[in-house]
């Protein structure tokens, strides 16, 4: 939102009840109402889905009978909305695609649902003008829509605010036990395909292989964070770990900027994971799975890769606490990288060049 305000459009926003206003001045949020009285949607396709799916479809309808809108943009689900407006109302429609629906299958039933749901997304992308893609699924937008152009758009850190040093000194001081703790950060969803099992089983070899580990977790729902919280009682680990929940995006940079170590055990998925991008922007060494998720971003320059097994990740955590040359030399190269290739300019950039080719007369029939 803010690339395109900067970049001159004016931006209605249709989103759900739940989420922060970023008060920025080219844009009006429009938030469907809370009818079902929930506080968040999980992650991949559901009913809650499906049900705020159908109320941003009716109020995108009269938001576009009462205005002429210039384009749509559809984020993932709201595809098959950016589809119809462009067919009723003329208007040109992007669709923006990074995830892997792939990744969440588990079980009959739910592979049924994204049986359905890949397919609605087909058909919303090959009526979209354009598509946005992230490059781990770009060859598969192409192959699903060859008559669509198809924008290669990295994905930007959750934030742009810096870390403040302040912060950092005040949050290591909260979690760190001692000046000799090594804080090692995972931020992410509890997810399968996130590779949160392998985490939390190789916690316990760390903690055994050195005991100034200390690991802090930022995601997870309120019930997984008790489930979570339980289980390290039970294993004796309470003491090495710090659950932080959901956090706001503004205060992820401060606890990255305080860690020493970041992990990404990504185990399924073609996408490269978002944190990747905030990791990088934290300036610090990398643990990550040899996943090709991991390797679409990261290389050996920034990060050290493991195989998917407890032994290997916990290895690899191991490896990189005691070398504190290696931890600065990978932490100057992510920082080199996020500034050169994976930054909010060449961001701005991409996305401009995707509006700029629609910016001729709309086509009114699609492929």
Same mark, same amino acid.
């Given at each position: 939102?803010?690339?395109?305000?900067?970049?001159?459009?004016?931006?209605?926003?249709?989103?759900?009840?739940? $989420?922060?206003?970023?008060?920025?001045?080219?844009?009006?949020?429009?938030?469907?109402?809370?009818?079902?009285?929930?506080?968040?949607?999980? #992650?991949?396709?559901?009913?809650?889905?499906?049900?705020?799916?159908?109320?941003?479809?009716?109020?995108?309808?009269?938001?576009?009978?009462?205005?002429?809108?210039?384009?749509? =943009?559809?984020?993932?689900?709201?595809?098959?909305?950016?589809?119809?407006?462009?067919?009723? =109302?003329?208007?040109?429609?992007?669709?923006?695609?990074?995830?892997?629906?792939?990744?969440?299958?588990?079980?009959?039933?739910?592979?049924?649902?994204?049986?359905?749901?890949?397919?609605?997304?087909?058909?919303?992308?090959?009526?979209?003008? +354009?598509? /946005?893609?992230?490059?781990?699924?770009?060859?598969?937008?192409?192959?699903?829509?060859?008559?669509?152009?198809?924008?290669?758009?990295?994905?930007?850190?959750?934030?742009?605010?810096?870390? +403040? %040093?302040?912060? #950092?000194?005040?949050?290591? &001081? !909260?979690?760190?036990?001692?000046?000799?703790? #090594?804080?090692?950060?995972?931020?992410?969803?509890?997810?399968?395909?996130?590779? @949160?099992?392998?985490?939390?089983?190789?916690?316990?070899?760390?903690?055994?292989?050195?005991?100034?580990?200390?690991?802090?977790? /930022? $995601?997870?729902?309120?019930?997984?964070?008790?489930?979570?919280?339980?289980?390290?009682?039970?294993?004796?680990?309470?003491?090495?770990?710090?659950?932080?929940? !959901?956090?706001?995006?503004?205060?992820? %940079? =401060?606890?990255?900027?305080?860690?020493?170590?970041?992990?990404?055990?990504?185990?399924?998925?073609?996408?490269?994971?978002?944190?990747?991008? &905030?990791?990088?922007?934290?300036?610090?060494? #990398?643990?990550? *799975?040899?996943?090709?998720?991991?390797?679409?971003?990261?290389?050996?320059?920034?990060?050290?890769?493991?195989?998917? *097994?407890?032994?290997?990740?916990?290895?690899?955590?191991?490896?990189?606490? *005691?070398?504190?040359?290696?931890?600065?030399?990978?932490?100057?190269?992510?920082?080199? @990288? /996020?500034?050169?290739?994976?930054?909010?300019?060449?961001?701005?950039?991409?996305?401009?060049?995707?509006?700029?080719?629609?910016?001729?007369?709309?086509?009114?029939? *699609?492929?």
């Amino acid at each position: 939102m803010q690339a395109l305000g900067e970049l001159g459009y004016r931006i209605d926003l249709l989103t759900l009840p739940f $989420g922060t206003d970023p008060g920025l001045p080219q844009l009006r949020i429009v938030r469907v109402p809370n009818l079902f009285f929930i506080r968040n949607v999980p #992650i991949g396709p559901s009913i809650w889905k499906v049900a705020f799916g159908s109320m941003l479809l009716v109020q995108a309808l009269r938001m576009a009978s009462r205005k002429q809108y210039d384009f749509v =943009h559809c984020v993932e689900d709201a595809g098959i909305i950016g589809a119809l407006l462009g067919r009723i =109302h003329g208007c040109r429609s992007i669709y923006e695609k990074h995830s892997d629906v792939s990744a969440y299958r588990r079980g009959p039933m739910r592979n049924l649902t994204l049986w359905a749901y890949q397919k609605a997304e087909a058909i919303a992308m090959r009526n979209a003008d +354009a598509i /946005i893609a992230g490059p781990g699924v770009i060859d598969k937008v192409r192959e699903l829509a060859p008559g669509v152009e198809a924008h290669v758009v990295y994905s930007m850190p959750s934030s742009l605010v810096p870390a +403040a %040093p302040e912060r #950092i000194a005040e949050i290591r &001081d !909260r979690i760190a036990r001692s000046a000799s703790d #090594i804080l090692i950060t995972y931020v992410g969803s509890f997810a399968a395909y996130q590779g @949160i099992d392998l985490l939390l089983r190789s916690i316990p070899l760390v903690v055994a292989g050195n005991p100034n580990a200390r690991f802090v977790i /930022i $995601g997870g729902s309120d019930r997984e964070i008790a489930s979570l919280r339980k289980r390290l009682t039970a294993a004796k680990l309470a003491s090495h770990v710090t659950l932080l929940g !959901r956090i706001h995006p503004d205060e992820t %940079p =401060h606890y990255l900027g305080a860690s020493d170590i970041l992990l990404s055990p990504r185990m399924a998925g073609r996408t490269n994971p978002i944190k990747i991008f &905030d990791y990088l922007k934290a300036g610090r060494p #990398i643990v990550a *799975t040899s996943h090709r998720s991991n390797r679409l971003i990261l290389d050996e320059s920034t990060s050290v890769f493991t195989d998917t *097994t407890p032994e290997s990740f916990s290895g690899g955590i191991l490896r990189l606490m *005691t070398d504190r040359e290696k931890r600065k030399r990978l932490s100057r190269n992510g920082s080199k @990288i /996020i500034e050169e290739r994976y930054n909010y300019e060449d961001f701005k950039r991409r996305l401009a060049a995707c509006y700029e080719e629609l910016e001729s007369p709309p086509r009114l029939a *699609t492929q």
